[in-house]
């Protein structure tokens, strides 16, 4: 033989070909009467074993207060510890000296999906979302300014907590 | 042959080619759609099913893309063997299933029909297309006649893959050729002549030669996986190292011409081990199927429609057990697939054809007429030598390395 096999002494009942094969073939048989375990995606979004972890960290939504506006303060710390460099912040003051987002843009193209974001908003305002349907027309779409970024109704991740890391 | 009889054989042959052709055009579709399926079944999934019923149009789909897809050929490419390269494996391919019976025969007939006047046919008429005297001769030739297809291809798409699948494919095909033809000897000795039609017949005075030459079977049923270039011999286009093999450089309509090729094949040949060592349209356990059809009653056409369901289930039956073994056994290792063709296949097929030939003088010698007894007698010959080479096929005593190792051990 011009290539040098190694060959493991194997006890006797494990070596023959013919009854691997056929012990093989059983195997496969046996899967095919066995339930599939695949997900319907479109129509099923959740099976009995697997949902989306609320933990998942998606498109951002930015929450508002009950008039209806963002509760951002445009105190910069967002754009500041972004890695991905993707969050646009210009700020304004109106004549009460409350400050707020004139411009406030996330490129969901450039977002790494870390969500630093979230953890470090002092007015919890910015979050990423449990959120994975995502698909535009124009790559444009895809820089999401702050009318569509409170307009989103997903529900926002619980992000991982290092004093409860079990989500309790 | 008078006019009204060549008029009468050219209908009768005109409307079987278009039929066995449009069959099997729609057994391709419906076996890849099984394969596809049936592989997802095997591995917990659920396949395709959203292009009509159950998926089932999915291929349909499918061959309408590839027909709207871009040719690609490449610069170095020999533009008139790259074109022509899938069309020899595809007729190949198609001309196999020529020689096959597919149900009983049909009555003489002899009536006067619109546009083509009178028409006569004398005797049965036989359910295949050709019916050749030189039988599965005819196979073994075109068969080997798809290889230049996978060879040609694979050297004329001047791409190193497809060059590298293309001399694999010829390597492997060549040594397994010859235990393919050399297990059907002993076909040709039990049945003592090549036609198909004639076999049958033998398996239906005697038994089917699953039980008169069992190893026989065997070692056809290997080979063809090896004929068909399905896993675990699909060397030619061994996914893992050769990009796609042979086909490397194919793309639209001219690739979907292999794949076709290459489901025709599996049908072909699983009709064939129906038909060798299966009785082929016979129902078993019965004598009404095998009578001579003299006129066209309901029962001779119900007789047809019978066997012929017999035929396609058997086929189908093997058809699935190739899609079976696909999805079980991982491919073999090139040496491995060489090895096992020349150094186990071949002897074992030559010690048995010396055998069988022993074994049918002796029966003939004592007298014995061809009947179920005949079949049984030689049954009990087989039995010994498939326990013999099971006990013979045990990885130890497969593998050199492994008694040589054991050898310096003792």
């Known amino acids: 033989m011009a290539i040098t096999v190694k060959v493991m002494k194997r006890p006797e009942h494990e070596v023959s070909y013919l009854r691997a094969t056929l012990k093989g073939l059983a195997l496969t048989f046996s899967h095919l009467l066995r339930p599939s375990v695949t997900m319907q995606y479109p129509e099923q ?3 009995d074993d697997w949902t989306l972890s609320p933990r998942w960290r998606g498109t951002h939504r930015m929450l508002t207060d009950e008039q209806g506006r963002s509760k951002c303060v445009a105190c910069g710390l967002c754009p500041q510890i972004c890695p991905a460099n993707c969050i646009k912040l210009v700020p304004g003051e109106d004549e009460q000296g409350n400050r707020y987002p004139l411009i406030y843009e996330i490129d969901e193209f450039r977002c790494v999906f870390c969500g630093y974001c979230q953890e470090v908003c002092p007015e919890e305002a910015i979050h990423v979302g449990v959120h994975y349907e995502n698909a535009e027309y124009e790559r444009g779409r895809f820089v999401y300014d702050l009318e569509r970024l409170c307009a989103q109704t997903h529900p926002v991740s619980t992000l991982w907590d290092p004093s409860d890391p079990k989500g309790q | 042959m008078t006019p009204e009889e060549l ?14 052709f449009a069959v099997i055009m729609i057994g391709v579709i419906m076996i890849i759609w099984v394969e596809r399926r049936g592989s997802a079944l095997l591995q917990d999934r659920l396949g395709p099913n959203r292009v009509g019923p159950l998926g089932l149009l999915q291929n349909v789909a499918d061959g309408l893309k590839n027909f709207t897809k871009e040719e690609v050929m490449p610069l170095q490419a020999d533009p008139v063997i790259f074109v022509m390269a899938p069309m020899m494996s595809f007729v190949a391919a198609m001309l196999l299933f020529a020689v096959v019976p597919f149900a009983a025969p049909l009555p003489p007939f002899d009536v006067t029909l619109p546009l083509i006047g009178h028409v006569v046919h004398e005797g049965p008429v036989a359910m295949v297309i050709a019916n050749l005297p030189v039988g599965f001769l005819f196979i073994l030739a075109v068969s080997s006649i798809a290889v230049y297809g996978i060879v040609l291809a694979g050297w004329s798409s001047n791409s190193k893959y497809a060059f590298l699948g293309a001399l694999r494919a010829s390597a492997q095909m060549i040594s397994y050729e010859i235990p393919l033809a050399m297990s059907l000897v002993v076909v040709l000795l039990l049945a003592g002549n090549v036609p198909l039609g004639d076999i049958i017949a033998f398996q239906q005075q005697t038994t089917w030669f699953v039980f008169a030459a069992t190893l026989s079977w065997l070692l056809f049923h290997v080979a063809t996986f090896a004929e068909t270039n399905r896993m675990p011999f699909d060397l030619a286009e061994a996914e893992a190292e050769l990009v796609a093999g042979f086909h490397t450089e194919y793309s639209s309509m001219k690739f979907a011409m292999f794949f076709i090729a290459e489901y025709t094949g599996l049908i072909t040949m699983s009709a064939l081990i129906a038909t060798l060592f299966f009785g082929g349209w016979d129902i078993p356990f019965t004598t009404w199927d095998e009578q001579e059809a ?8 119900f007789r047809v429609g019978m066997t012929n369901l017999f035929f396609i289930g058997k086929t189908f039956f093997f058809a699935w057990v190739y899609i079976w073994v696909r999805w079980t056994v991982p491919r073999f290792r090139f040496d491995q697939v060489m090895h096992l063709g020349w150094k186990i296949l071949l002897p074992i097929s030559l010690g048995y ?11 003939e010698r004592l007298g014995m007429v061809h009947d179920w007894k005949y079949g049984m007698a030689l049954f009990a010959v087989n039995v010994p030598l498939v326990a013999l080479c099971v006990f013979g096929l045990d990885r130890d005593r497969l593998l050199l390395g492994a008694r040589l190792r054991s050898q310096a051990e003792t």
């Open chain 2, 353 to 363: 054809i010396v055998v069988m030939a022993s074994a049918v003088l002796v029966l």
């Open chain 2, 294 to 301: 003299t006129n066209w009653s309901f029962g001779t056409l």
């Open chain 2, 7 to 20: 008029k009468g054989l050219l209908l009768v042959s005109s409307i079987k080619i278009g039929v066995v």
């Open chain 1, 45 to 47: 979004t959740a099976t």
